[in-house]
């Protein structure tokens, strides 16, 4: 994460920064008002004709709004954290000083990261209060106590994935074999294997079918050499 940060904050400071769809889609969400949101805007604009430190004076060509008003606009979106001013030194060794968005991005990425985590913490919720009604229907009947804490212990003590659970459930039913037991014999097997998503369940089960279909292939051929061997042709008995 911190590398993603660092190549954030190196493509923002060489002023390759373009207005990003994200900017527009959250920036309401992160409570920055209309106004601030334009006048940032400005300032990425300043960016890209190469002037990174533009003063009130020259804000207020371009902005409906008095220096005074963008002087307090920019305190403000520096006290909320959402714009800096940074110091370097340029080629004639003289210090400068300039406007730095960085911790907008950095601000909108913590909240899209954060909100992508709580939905999908939301969605393994979901699926996992799902997973007992999945059972009840294979099983037809309710489930027993006993079965319901064999099952939340996959969840929680094992950290299996519901859909590692399903893909299990899946294994035994068409096996013929419909028990906790059973299935939790395959979870076993696959967390000893390493098999942690339904891909590798369904390539570990290909490679599984083949060899079985090789194996009964050379039995089948060893079978038929037998036979070959112990068949003796009555009809073809010469004196």
Known sequence: MNDKRQRLRTWTGQGNVTVPQFFFQHYKDLKIADDEALLLLHLLAFHSEGNDFPTPTDIAKRYHVN???????????????????????DG?????????????WDRILDYIESTTMQKESLEVKNEEGEIFSIFEQEFGRLLSPMEIETISMWLDADHHSPAIIKAALKEAVLAGKLSLRYIDRILFEWKKKNITSVKQVEKH??????KTTVVQQ??????????????????EERE
């Open 67 to 89: 220096e005074n008003d963008i002087s307090l606009k920019l305190q403000r979106l520096l006290q909320k954290g959402f714009l800096e001013i940074t110091q370097g030194i």
């Open 92 to 104: 004639s060794g003289r210090l400068f000083e300039k406007y730095s968005v960085f911790p907008l």
């Open 205 to 210: 089960t290909e490679q599984f079918h083949q």
């Open 218 to 235: 050379k039995q089948n051929t060893v079978q038929e050499n037998k036979n070959k061997v112990s068949f003796y042709n009555w009809l």
